[in-house]
């Protein structure tokens, strides 16, 4: 499903409150988020370093001016694979009233298509082994669950 | 096992040929690095990238005045859990020679403290599916194996 009207663009710091909106709006996502108004000043710290940094893009999906998805693109020099630059995609969200539009799928693979144009080899990812759906929305996409994600919480 | 004289720093441009033996000298990383003399140019300009950016850090363990391990720390600011730093592991490699002596152990535990000191509220990282003994080995240091990590080649 084509969506022509939809724009993707890089986040604002006026986006923010919608996408804390989207990150807390899910079973994972409410238990760790804090969507307040207004937001606690770590969201616009963490905003500030992503947007200083040209390696981190913070991108919004809009649709007739109002934020609808999100996800952060970022790009990792690496000496493995020949010193091969690495694209990893981290908070993909689409706002939950617009999910089951092919919204999803347009994004990510608008982010595929900027990690070319930057010289990427891979574009990598993980999702919590709970979120079947997601796994089968990736492999659409070309994706291979290949690996495992490992997480250790230091706090 | 301690191993009390073995130097954990920031890799040098002339550590590269023993960072990239250690890469290449294995079942995957065989059939995708190119340790020669010299070694391809692409492999200096990601160690430029990495050593210019204070988000990156490339890990050696130096034993003798040989280096005997490596490992490539990354720090990613992010929107999500409140606009917390994560650190990211990868490229995880002890030299062959030097394996089951408690080095790898170390070097991640280093890892996890300097992760902390600079804030990062969770380590994370991803191993190939059938890297069974990595697994085991990151379960043993409180890694929790909580996500399917999925990669999309471009080339």
Redesign the interface.
């Known amino acids: 499903m084509m969506q022509p009207n939809i724009l993707f663009r890089f986040a604002k710091r006026v986006d ?1 409150p919608s ?2 909106r989207m ?1 807390a709006d899910d079973e994972l ?1 409410s238990q ?3 969507y307040e108004t207004p937001l ?1 000043e ?6 500030e ?2 947007d200083n ?1 040209p ?2 893009e ?1 991108i919004v999906a809009e649709q007739n001016g109002e934020v609808i998805g999100t996800l ?1 693109l ?1 790009f ?10 690495r694209a ?1 995609v ?2 993909v969200r689409v706002d939950k009233r617009f999910q089951g539009q092919g919204i999803g799928g347009e994004m990510m693979n608008w982010a ?1 298509e900027r ?2 144009q930057r010289g ?10 709970t979120r079947e759906d997601a ?1 089968r929305f ?2 659409r ?15």
Chains 1, 2 share one sequence.
């Open positions: 923010l996408i804390v990150l996502g760790r988020e804090r606690p770590s969201y616009y710290s963490a905003f370093q992503i940094d390696n981190h913070l952060h970022m990792l020099p690496s000496v493995s694979f020949q010193g091969g630059l990893q981290e908070s595929t990690a070319k990427a080899h891979l574009v990598q990812l993980t999702t919590h082994k796994h990736y492999e996409l070309g994706f291979k669950g290949s690996h495992l994600g490992m997480k250790l919480s230091l706090k």
